[in-house]
């Protein structure tokens, strides 16, 4: 099924959004706009990289069409966003009368673009050249569930992945099976998904991968497009999940340096195949209930966590949000050990295709990192209800099977 029409079905008859993966797409962006937005205003909104083509080719050749163009150039700077940029350069009535909004170059652009023109309740669109984040399908108006238009310069995006698809396709990959555990898990514990994001999740995994560099168009472009995928099961069902809290507390912690792909995967295999070596009737609800301490002391065993690795207290307010005290905590582990055949039945696959990923590592050396480790284990306090991380940490498992 095609994304278009999958969004029109499960979100809105609203969302009508034009996708294009192509080479070259450069030469013809401007019949693309024309096509969306037949008349009127339009601002375009670049960055560095995308200056010269849309000062040379596009903005002339929107202007042959009878458009009127406004023009704004966004700059990385440590002291001012994108947004403040757009609403400096394009304040003073600029936008009035603007039918639509084109942001060429990163996720980041696009993101700061959708903002402006949700605020304007005018149409925006994308021609980008990085592979899509999450947030691709985010609302951009009370009457625009989602972008106009989002265009995929592969020549850009092949470039800027120097040609190599594996990191990219391994990080994909692993988000979806790390996000299967997850989705596993809550359904263990009487939490059903809606059956549209499951559909979308199945349609995000990957193509296989090509054994060789420089990819072909459709190579590069099914790729893209399971990304896209990925970013739909996204809108239709933001879901906090274990791998998204890591990489989240990661980037938030001081000096911790950045792991691949492959690196999550080989710690999820851990907690993983630790979770395996247990029977139904090993997993006591009493005895995970007794050590779980009362919020005020687990409360200041957390700020010295966060003091530890450089984060700000902010992030307590997702512990108290997440906490379980040792009734409920007792509940939901008798619950998980009534269906755990079940969850194991579902994780061991996906414990099997982590070890086929983790063998993907060139590094001769077998031990994870120990602030990898690290990471996982103080993640895994932050981590959201009914996810694997947040479980298997409650129940113990997470920290022997990191350091044993």
Known sequence: MQISDFLQKNLSPKAVTLLAYESGIQAHLDAYLQQIWPE???????????????????????NAHGFETVYCLCVKSAGTSYRAQIDESLG????????????LGSNALFDAVRQRASMLDVGCCALLQELPGLDLFASCGENRPTP??????????????????????QSLEVDLYA????????HALGHAMPAAFLDALQEAMPPRMPQHT???????????????????????????????????YAN???????????????????????????????????????????????????Q???????????????????????????????ALAMNWDELCA?????????????????????????????????????????TFLKLFNNMGIVEPALYN
């Open 304 to 334: 010295q966590i966060l003091l530890e690795d450089g984060l700000k207290f902010d992030w307590l307010e997702r512990a108290d949000a997440y906490f379980e005290d040792r009734v409920a905590l007792r509940h939901t582990i008798n």
């Open 252 to 302: 938030a912690a001081s000096d911790m340096p950045a792991f691949l792909p492959v690196q999550h995967a080989q710690m999820i295999a851990l907690i993983l195949d630790a979770a395996l070596e247990l029977e139904s009737l090993e997993i006591s609800a009493e005895d995970c209930a007794n050590k779980q301490p009362p919020k005020e002391i687990l409360r200041r065993t957390l």
């Open 40 to 62: 009127g205003r339009i601002a375009i909104i670049v960055e560095q990289q995308t200056r010269e083509y849309a000062e040379r080719t596009l903005v002339p050749a929107l």
């Open 214 to 248: 420089n990819p072909t168009e459709d190579e590069l472009a099914q790729l893209c497009e399971a990304f896209a995928w990925r970013a739909v099961a996204e809108r239709l069902c933001p879901k906090a999940n274990s791998l998204a809290t890591v990489r989240e």
């Open 179 to 186: 996000l299967k555990v997850d989705i596993a898990t809550s």
């Open 346 to 386: 579902k994780m061991r696959p996906i414990a099997d295709m982590m070890h086929a990923i983790c063998a993907q590592i060139e590094d001769d050396e077998d031990e994870p990192d120990s602030m990898l480790k690290q990471l996982w284990l103080h993640a895994a306090r932050f981590a959201p209800k009914n």
């Open 148 to 169: 106009d238009a989002i265009f995929f310069d592969l020549d850009e995006i092949s470039r800027n992945l120097r040609g190599d698809l594996r990191e990219a396709h």
């Open 92 to 103: 003073d009535g600029e936008l009035d009368g603007v039918v639509g909004m084109a942001a």
